[in-house]
């Protein structure tokens, strides 16, 4: 008869924790709580005594406990205490096969005529050409023109672009797809990217790849939308909480927000961590000469992605690890990633060889220090410039090159220092002690240094400070 | 019943499996998590969906679920876990994503998240525990804490300034995305035999590529609520019920609807998309324009909104690349989405321009006064300004070394019929001022630009032309 059949319960006391639902659930009072605390948990379990127990299983389907009360199987029952719990309920943690990676191709791609475009169009066919097709974001100036791009492109590629509720949205999609194993990104400017913080703390904590192009604004605050390197220092030393680095590029023409957009996705996934692409306002909306590259990527789906498959089945994106020693030995893996990551180091320097007074300027800046430095060197002074491409890891070995004759140092930044704290940290970090006192150019809230002011820094060595 | 073959043979993430920890949850005696843990479990075994499975656990109690579910996990920020459940779905339409929260994470912190994920209606399914308290954080006032009831942080019982309690499932219940949403309770065992159908019927949903769903769960947290497991049961069933009524909210018949392609990584459709072609424009110039400058020329058009300085301005840098030089365009308005000032800095350089901004521009051209003003006198010596000469009526005083060309760019605009190729009109007059290119690299930049737009090609060829005429009539 199947009433006979249906199998009456059992219990380890160790996996009881006296929880009492169970005792409700029965009708026939099977089921009492003990007058002894178990030594093992420290609960009091419940007892049972099976006489008048019909098997009618509405106990264990209260026990909330997976190891709790259960089945009790042939030949258990009578002698589970002298089982070892290992033998009773095994010890194969998980059948999950072993995922391996599933590798990216590479498209060649014919030669095509250069485009004429926006930096921030420019960044967004980079993301496409890198195998992007999940792009989440919200609304600010001045970098919509990217997302704007993307809700008309993605669809016809059957890529994905959703507005999000917030930036704090947009990152945590970027989490969710970036764990599945696929190549990610956002356009965000200052403001934007101080709210994705948060996320990025998590991914860099999850190990998660993901590209942030930040088209940086005048702050603090609401600020205005116009252009200022404002988030150096955000991007360097302040992603969120926590022990935290990421590759961080400050592209100069639209052409660089192109390639160093493909170079961000390649870095991201290379290192499995987010990298940060600093525009500034004039980059995204500055119109240029764009080659396309000759291959595109079709992205794979790495071994460690949390994919949805069985091939991923066992894996696990987190950040949380709750024993002291378990989350230290993660943040000394990740230091020794960020510095694995310092070969990445690249920057340009241009006529330093002979140079006795050495400009050094990123993005925008950059390219009005180029202008001057050609104008200096018509009027016969050895100019040159030092931009570096990657701002965090300072690429500090070039630097060292570029000034070793300098007699002058001149940072040119839309900031209020935020550049020139990069070069002191590195050039301190690296022991240089012996250099010139570093002169500047500054202009802030949305006021980009002009070549005349250049000019007067260096030929009138007056200060040139907003 | 049985353990559900989904839930681990050992926890091995919890305290690296050692001790009891390898069989037993890190929940408290009488915890409601156990028990939907348990329902997910077997709804994830009935539809034999394991290996498609991304569980989602936000910060929170649950946030170790984890360690107990052998499918694929991924741990959240507090209160970020539908929009990361959203990447994880569209990553992989596939997959069956489960967002597991808590009521601080669903319904306090996460609550934009939590609306705008359940309006969107991707089909996710969001287990949503109410238990009335902060769990992890120890004894908190959640959103869901009751009127009266006392909490660490409401110590003499939640009151009118603490706000009233949040109704979830009625929320979300009102929003259009959801297809269904109930509300379930663990205290007996009739409420947990509905609450594992509900569990189930909700994942079936998502598997079906219907929508959204929507459970929450009246759970008991007896630790700090500060009862007995079985008080707290009944706490639930007296106190909490009557605020949350159990039972379905909603639950619409629909088709399948979620069906997405697999993303296209075609070259060809990319490069069209981006408008790349390799077929190479035909070139008109013998070698850059060095009668305006050696290697970098600086322009600048300047005028308020809709006068088309813009697109003037980009059709000089895209004629300058189709003869293989360098240029840059930078473009800025005044605040105003419409009528404001509009102007554009241009570079045209032989191989690389360096300074892409036009503070000194060798050549200006304004299509109204206050831009003439602005501008006229940063010019350059020996340089040119070309005016509108139907909008400004006095001739700006200028160094004598510049070369100023009045030319009516609206009159003459205007007579053509169409206002708007005022800027062509002004382009014409460029060129002809200035010879900075053949008039076919011009022409031919024109054309381009107008590829979709072949009716219109004449008329801006006319008004070209009209440009280029009114320029060597000044000179007769």
């Not at chain 1, 957009?261 to 996934?269: G, H, V």
Request: aromatic content about 6%.
């Amino acid at each position: 008869m199947a009433l006979k059949e249906r199998p009456k319960p059992f219990l380890l006391p160790e996996y009881c924790k006296g929880c009492g639902r169970c005792l409700d659930a029965c009708a026939k009072d099977c089921i009492t709580l003990s007058d002894q605390i178990n030594p093992l948990t420290g609960l009091v379990p419940v007892e049972l005594d099976l006489a008048n127990c019909n098997a009618c299983g509405l106990c264990m389907d209260a026990c909330p406990e997976p190891y709790g009360l259960r089945p009790a199987h042939e030949g258990e029952i009578q002698d589970f205490e002298l089982e070892d719990p290992a033998k009773l309920f095994g010890v194969k943690p998980c059948d999950a096969p072993e995922p391996v990676d599933l590798p990216s191709e590479v498209l060649p791609l014919p030669r095509t005529e250069p485009l004429v475009i926006k930096g921030t169009y420019a960044s967004a066919l980079g993301a496409l050409l890198a195998g992007c097709r999940h792009v989440y974001g919200y609304p600010i100036t001045p970098s919509t023109e990217g997302a704007e791009l993307m809700a008309k492109f993605l669809p016809k590629l059957d890529g994905t672009f959703i507005q999000a509720v917030s930036e704090v949205a947009a990152v945590n999609m970027m989490y969710g797809t970036a764990g599945a194993g696929l190549p990610t990104m956002t356009f965000t400017s200052s403001p934007g990217f101080s709210l994705m913080l948060e996320g990025v703390s998590y991914m860099i904590g999850a190990e998660l790849p993901g590209v942030f192009v930040d088209v940086m604004r005048g702050g603090p605050g609401l600020g205005n939308i116009a252009p200022e390197q404002s988030d150096i220092k955000l991007a360097c030393h302040g992603l969120g909480h926590g022990n935290t680095q990421a590759i961080t590029l400050a592209p100069s023409t639209p052409q660089e927000m192109l390639d160093l957009t493909m170079l961000a996705f390649e870095l991201s996934f290379k290192y499995r961590n987010p990298v940060i692409l600093l525009g500034d306002g004039y980059l995204g909306q500055m119109t240029g000469k764009v080659q396309l590259p000759d291959a595109m990527l079709k992205p794979g789906i790495p071994k460690w992605a949390v994919y949805g498959d069985a091939m991923h089945r066992k894996n696990l994106i987190s950040s949380i690890f709750l024993t002291e020693t378990d989350l230290e030995a993660h943040n000394v893996h990740l230091n020794a990633k960020y510095e694995a990551m310092k070969v990445e180091a690249r920057a340009e320097t241009f006529l330093c060889d002979d140079a006795e007074v050495v400009l050094i300027a990123c993005n925008t800046p950059a390219r009005t220090a180029k202008g001057a430095v050609q104008e200096l060197r018509h009027q016969g002074i050895k100019a040159g410039l030092f931009r570096p491409i990657t701002l965090w890891p300072f690429p500090v070995e070039d630097l060292k090159a570029a000034i070793h004759g300098a007699q002058r140092i001149v940072v040119v930044e839309a900031s209020a220092g935020q550049l020139e704290d990069e070069v002191r940290l590195a050039l301190s970090k690296a022991g240089v002690r012996e250099f010139p006192e570093i002169e500047s150019v500054r202009r802030m809230g949305g006021v980009l240094p002009q070549q005349n002011e250049i000019m007067t820094r260096v030929l009138g060595r007056k200060e040139v400070l907003a | 019943m049985s353990k559900a073959s989904v839930i681990y043979d050992k926890f091995e993430r919890h305290s690296h499996g050692e001790g009891l920890k390898g069989h037993a949850t890190h929940y408290c005696p009488g915890c409601g998590h156990g028990l939907a843990h348990k329902f997910l479990a077997e709804a994830i075994d009935n539809l034999g969906i394991q290996d498609r499975t991304v569980a989602v656990s936000p910060v929170g109690c649950s946030v170790f679920l984890y360690y107990y579910f052998d499918v694929g996990n991924t741990q959240a920020a507090h209160g970020r876990a539908p929009v990361v459940a959203l990447g994880h779905k569209f990553a992989n339409p596939d997959s069956v994503v489960i967002s597991y929260q808590g009521d601080g994470d669903l319904a306090s912190i996460g609550l934009a998240e939590t609306v705008a994920t359940a309006q969107l209606g991707a089909p996710i399914t969001v287990i949503f525990i109410n238990n009335a308290i902060y769990g992890m954080t120890g004894g908190q006032m959640a959103p869901t804490t009751l009127m009266g009831q006392t909490s660490s942080t409401s110590p003499s019982g939640r009151n009118e300034y603490n706000g009233q309690p949040m109704k979830m499932a009625e929320l979300i219940a009102g929003l259009d995305g959801p297809v269904y949403v109930e509300r379930v309770a663990l205290f007996d065992a009739k409420q947990r035999i509905k609450a594992k159908k509900a569990i189930q019927k909700a994942l079936q949903l998502q598997v079906e590529g219907k929508g959204y769903s929507f459970i929450e769960v009246l759970a008991e947290c007896p630790t700090h609520l500060k009862m007995s497991p079985e008080d707290t049961e009944k706490w639930v069933k007296e106190c909490m019920e009557p605020v949350y009524p159990l039972g379905v909210k909603k639950d619409l018949t629909v088709e399948p609807w979620f069906k997405r392609n697999p993303p296209c990584f075609k070259g060809e459709k990319l490069l069209s998309l981006a408008g790349a072609t390799t077929e190479r424009p035909e070139r008109f110039c013998q070698g850059f324009p060095t009668h305006l400058d050696l290697n970098d020329i600086s322009l600048k058009l300047a005028g308020s909104g809709g006068d088309g300085a813009q697109t003037a301005a980009m059709l000089i840098a895209r004629a300058a690349i189709s003869e293989g030089f360098d240029a840059t365009h930078i473009p800025s308005y005044g605040p105003e989405s419409r009528g404001g000032t509009s102007y554009a800095d241009v570079h045209v350089a032989e191989t690389e321009v360096l300074n892409p901004g036009s503070p000194d521009p060798q050549v200006l051209l304004a299509f109204n006064a206050p831009s003439l003003a602005k501008f006229g006198p940063t010019v350059r010596k020996g340089g040119y300004v070309i005016y509108d000469s139907s909008v400004v009526t006095e001739a700006p005083v200028l160094d004598p070394s510049i070369k100023v060309f009045p030319v009516p760019f609206t009159g003459i605009a205007t007579d053509l019929g169409k206002a708007v190729v005022k800027n062509i009109v002004a382009l014409g007059a460029l060129q002809a001022a200035t010879g900075i290119f053949p008039k076919d690299t011009m022409l031919t930049a024109i054309r381009v630009a107008l590829k979709d737009k072949c009716a219109l090609i004449p008329l801006n060829e006319e008004a070209f032309a009209w440009g280029i005429k009114s320029v060597e009539s000044l000179a007769n």
